[in-house]
């Protein structure tokens, strides 16, 4: 059993839940309270912080804390989860340029209103966002001040498909950023992929997985 007071530093794997991964790390660790600070999608990897015994008392002061993620955005089609995931509801003909997205990122820089998308963990009236909109209800959502202090383009791979790395608030929607990006290319886009490679003072170079700490190789901070 970990009896320790610690914040573990969590490589979550794709295609599993952070509600799920704070299961699992609970069960691995032998420990009854655990919790993260700060979802991140399914497919999302990367990044995931989770308070165990008393660790779960800092929810509110790290969920705050700055984050880095490196995603990869197609531009041409738009899903209605605004990720790879979703199901294709817009598409059209496009060839983007580097000159063209470096233009204008820093019109993306600073203090902004982002509208979240419709699939997502919003409550509206005790549900989530994301329930309401798998039963094709209607999601009224309302915009939220959000902070992007960098973004740049790190890649450009083919067939409109490029890479980037944002450092933004807690609360950021990296989707939202690229279909807000594309509405500036006058066109629609799509997140295929994210990694979210920072959390505050904490980096996926000193995470651990779910197979490291089954093998008792736990990254975390003592408190």
Same mark, same amino acid.
Request: glycine share 8%.
């Given at each position: 059993?970990?009896?320790?007071?610690?914040? #573990?530093?969590? &490589?979550?794997?794709?295609?599993?839940?952070?509600?799920?991964?704070?299961?699992?790390?609970?069960?691995?660790?032998?420990?009854?309270?655990?919790?993260?600070?700060?979802?991140?999608?399914?497919?999302?990897?990367?990044?995931?912080?989770?308070?165990?015994?008393?660790?779960?008392?800092?929810?509110?002061?790290?969920?705050?804390? #700055?984050? @880095?993620?490196?995603?990869?955005?197609?531009?041409?089609?738009? @899903?209605?989860?605004?990720?790879?995931?979703?199901?294709?509801?817009?598409?059209?003909?496009?060839? #983007? =340029?580097?000159?063209?997205?470096?233009?204008?990122?820093? =019109?993306?820089?600073?203090?902004?209103?982002?509208?979240?998308?419709?699939?997502?963990?919003?409550? #509206? &009236?005790?549900?989530?966002?994301?329930?309401?909109?798998?039963?094709?209800?209607?999601?009224?959502?309302?915009?939220?001040?959000?902070?992007?202090?960098?973004?740049?383009?790190?890649?450009?791979? =083919?067939?409109? &498909?490029?890479?980037?790395?944002?450092?933004?608030?807690?609360?950021?929607?990296?989707?939202?950023?690229?279909?807000?990006?594309?509405?500036?290319?006058?066109?629609?886009?799509?997140?295929?992929?994210?990694?979210? @490679?920072?959390?505050?003072?904490?980096?996926?170079?000193?995470?651990?997985?779910?197979?490291?700490?089954?093998?008792?190789?736990?990254?975390?901070?003592?408190?």
């Amino acid at each position: 059993m970990f009896d320790k007071n610690a914040i #573990i530093n969590l &490589n979550k794997p794709t295609g599993m839940s952070s509600f799920f991964a704070v299961k699992k790390v609970a069960r691995l660790l032998g420990v009854k309270k655990a919790g993260h600070m700060g979802t991140l999608d399914p497919l999302g990897t990367g990044v995931l912080l989770v308070g165990v015994n008393k660790g779960t008392k800092l929810f509110d002061e790290y969920l705050k804390k #700055i984050k @880095t993620y490196i995603a990869v955005f197609h531009f041409g089609y738009e @899903t209605d989860t605004l990720d790879s995931e979703g199901s294709i509801i817009k598409s059209c003909e496009v060839d #983007i =340029s580097r000159h063209q997205i470096e233009k204008i990122l820093p =019109s993306f820089l600073g203090k902004q209103n982002q509208m979240p998308p419709a699939f997502s963990a919003k409550k #509206i &009236n005790g549900q989530k966002a994301c329930d309401l909109a798998r039963k094709g209800k209607a999601v009224e959502l309302k915009p939220k001040e959000i902070e992007i202090y960098n973004i740049r383009l790190l890649r450009e791979f =083919s067939d409109n &498909n490029f890479q980037f790395e944002i450092t933004c608030s807690s609360g950021t929607y990296i989707r939202s950023i690229c279909r807000d990006l594309a509405g500036a290319l006058s066109t629609c886009g799509t997140m295929l992929s994210i990694i979210r @490679t920072k959390c505050g003072g904490f980096s996926i170079d000193n995470s651990c997985t779910l197979h490291d700490i089954e093998q008792g190789k736990i990254s975390y901070l003592e408190l």
